[in-house]
């Protein structure tokens, strides 16, 4: 009888043990996604296929400059995807972290995102884009204009974005429609 007794209490123990383990991994697997997911989402018109952007790593110090201070090989080309009948869409992935992080790693109160038409890119050379400006969109964006647009950036700029800092400005978009 007593070895009964303890058999057992060792196998209701071991199933507490196995429901206290499973509780255990699965909110160390909560805790683990609790770091959220950053990505750009670029909305163009529909009549655009692809466009190459610079987004400052993740981890650089970033300086208030507007000027092109990168490279070609930095630039990422995004391709669109149909979005609904008037846009597309193209995802540039930051990787885990949260908007408040990258301000904290990029160093600076702004960050300037540089949007380059795919035609311009790939027909002039490089010195020539950077000595011409030929900017199709620039933003400057703080931490609570990107977190007001939930990451979602649009071209052309919206109204929501009038008063936000970008080149050209937006008053010149807006006339140039």
């Known amino acids: 009888m007593g070895y009964k007794r303890l058999s057992n209490y060792l196998l209701t123990d071991a199933n507490q043990m196995h429901k206290k383990l499973v509780i255990l991994l699965s909110f160390i697997l909560l805790l683990s996604g609790c770091e959220k997911f950053v990505a750009f ?8 296929d692809y466009f190459y952007c610079f987004i400052p790593d993740k981890y650089a ?3 208030k400059d507007t000027s092109i201070n990168f ?17 597309k869409i193209g995802q540039v992935n930051y990787g885990q972290g949260t908007i408040d992080y990258s301000f904290y790693c990029w160093g600076s109160d702004t960050v300037s995102f540089f949007i380059f038409d795919k035609e311009t890119v790939e ?7 950077v000595r011409d400006y030929m900017v199709l969109q620039r933003y400057d964006f703080s931490k609570e204009d990107l977190l007001q ?23 010149d978009v807006v006339r140039a429609k």
């Open 41 to 48: 989402n670029f909305h163009f018109p529909k009549d655009y």
């Open 61 to 63: 110090q970033w300086t």
């Open 71 to 87: 490279s070609y090989d930095d630039l990422s080309l995004v391709k669109l995807h149909p979005w609904n009948k008037q846009e």
């Open 123 to 129: 027909k002039h050379r490089w010195e020539d884009i």
């Open 149 to 171: 647009l939930k990451c979602q950036i649009p071209y052309p700029p919206t109204a929501e974005m009038s008063t936000m800092h970008m080149y050209p400005p937006y008053r």
